[in-house]
């Protein structure tokens, strides 16, 4: 069975979504995946309740993908071991009248996870600069000083976005918040069977929306963005991981298993140490509360 290395998903040099597999076969059936993800999703879950313990750093999850690509699921499965009270997650949809009032990041700030504990980012604010691309019309909603139609939005702008992305993510981190992203890569065939199974059952077809279709078409664009999102925004303090995602018990495999390698580097993680009074004392404790 072959290995999973972190870093033969991360991004550390310019990438070409279209040379990326979306599949990847490391020899093991549906119950072999889903008993290494066991093992995975418990061992994050001590982690974790160490981590609260600790209480000096947070960790921020984010996941981006085209419609369906698995990241509910994904969220659901790696999850699923952690102390409720550990982790959140925060699935951002179409910026309401409150939040178009402040700068694009303010919601993602106020999302930011506590000390000790995970917060998950389902669709991230990466789509400002993946969605809002593909239909610029949106930033007009956004009132930003000098840009006042469609034709107002240069490329000097996007670069701008993602600079004060990268500046977001480096000022979150260097103040005790692991940022690891990952892209779920999926084929487009892939997708095309996961509407057809969602319109085909009758449990998931309210699922289905017409708004699938239409951004569907939109396919090779998003496919551009994200690409240029991800080289001029995985960095070393926030890296990006593009997963394979057209297996979902592999996908949620090789993301727990990043996560936990990744959260191996940070060697200071540790239970604090009982109070040196209280533990010269714990057999007098003991008896008082035996009594």
Not at 140 to 164: H, L
Not at 204 to 227: A, H, P, Q, T, V
Not at 258 to 283: R, Y
Request: aromatic share 10%; hydrophobic share 35%.
């Amino acid at each position: 069975m072959k290995s999973i290395n972190p870093d033969d998903f991360r991004v550390s040099d310019k990438i070409k979504l279209s040379k990326i597999p979306t599949e990847l076969n490391i020899d093991a059936d549906d119950d072999e995946k889903e008993e290494m993800l066991e093992k995975v999703q418990k061992k994050l879950s001590k982690l974790q309740d160490v981590m609260y313990a600790h209480n000096r750093y947070s960790v921020l999850i984010c996941l981006q993908g085209m419609d369906t690509s698995g990241k509910d699921s994904l969220i659901r499965e790696v999850f699923k071991e952690f102390n409720s009270r550990g982790v959140v997650v925060h699935s951002f949809k179409t910026p309401n009248s409150a939040e178009l009032e402040h700068d694009y990041l303010w919601r993602h700030y106020l999302a930011l996870p506590e000390k000790g504990k995970f917060t998950v980012f389902n669709r991230t604010h990466y789509e400002n600069v993946l969605v809002t691309r593909v239909h610029p019309e949106y930033i007009m909603f956004e009132n930003i000083p000098g840009i006042e139609k469609v034709e107002d939005i240069t490329p000097n702008f996007w670069e701008n976005r993602m600079a004060q992305i990268n500046n977001f993510e480096k000022h979150i981190s260097q103040n005790g918040t692991v940022v690891l992203k990952f892209f779920l890569h999926m084929s487009k065939e892939e997708q095309r069977k996961r509407l057809l199974k969602r319109l085909e059952s009758g449990e998931d077809n309210w699922k289905f929306s017409i708004g699938d279709l239409k951004e569907r078409e939109c396919w090779d664009d998003y496919i551009k963005y994200y690409e240029e999102a991800i080289n001029n925004t995985s960095k070393e303090n926030a890296p990006w991981f593009v997963i394979p995602a057209d297996d979902k018990e592999m996908t949620r495999y090789i993301v727990a298993k990043i996560i936990w390698e990744e959260m191996q580097k940070l060697t200071d993680i540790k239970e604090p140490e009982l109070d040196p009074k209280v533990k010269a004392n714990i057999d007098l404790y003991k008896e008082q509360l035996s009594k």
